[in-house]
């Protein structure tokens, strides 16, 4: 929230000042905005510090935090087995085993960078190019669609 306010208050004080609107002037807006943020990443706000020890610190707010994450990560390995399933019934060429070994929010697909562009171009699909994709982001009603998606990049490219 902090950013996105400084820069509604540069461009309103570009405004007031009467600053031409042109690509040098964004030039020097972006410069002070560049000088206002780099203390924000050298030294972030103690808002997050502030929630932990809230959460550590209270045994019911602890057992809560507890409960989620072991929801989460069910969820997350819930999710992991819904993908390898469908990559089984849309018969998809490879051994996709890893993709149930693997732990964590994201999955290493072994998908090649011109597999992981169809994915992107034709597909809708976003990931890294060097095709890990976030398993978190994954629901199990499209767990389909990424499987046959995964497919044609395997089998066209």
């Known amino acids: 929230a902090e950013f996105p306010g400084c820069q ?36 972030p706000p103690a808002h997050g510090a502030a929630i932990v020890v809230a959460v550590l610190s209270d045994p019911h707010l602890y057992q ?11 969820r997350i390995r819930h999710m992991r087995s819904a993908l390898f399933d469908a990559l089984q019934e849309v018969q998809c060429p490879g051994n996709w085993e890893h993709i149930k070994d693997q732990i964590g929010m994201f999955s290493f697909t072994g998908l090649t960078k011109p597999q992981c562009e169809n994915m992107t171009h034709k597909w809708h699909i976003y990931m890294t190019m060097d095709g890990r994709i976030s398993m978190a982001g994954l629901s199990g009603r499209r767990a389909k669609y990424l499987a046959e998606a995964i497919k044609d990049s395997v089998v066209n490219c």
């Open 8 to 43: 509604i208050f540069l461009h309103i004080l570009a405004v007031q000042r009467g600053l031409p609107r042109s690509p040098e002037a964004a030039k020097h807006v972006h410069s002070q905005l560049n000088a206002v943020i780099r203390p924000m990443y050298s030294s």
């Open 64 to 74: 809560l935090w507890q409960r989620e994450l072991s929801d989460m990560s069910a």
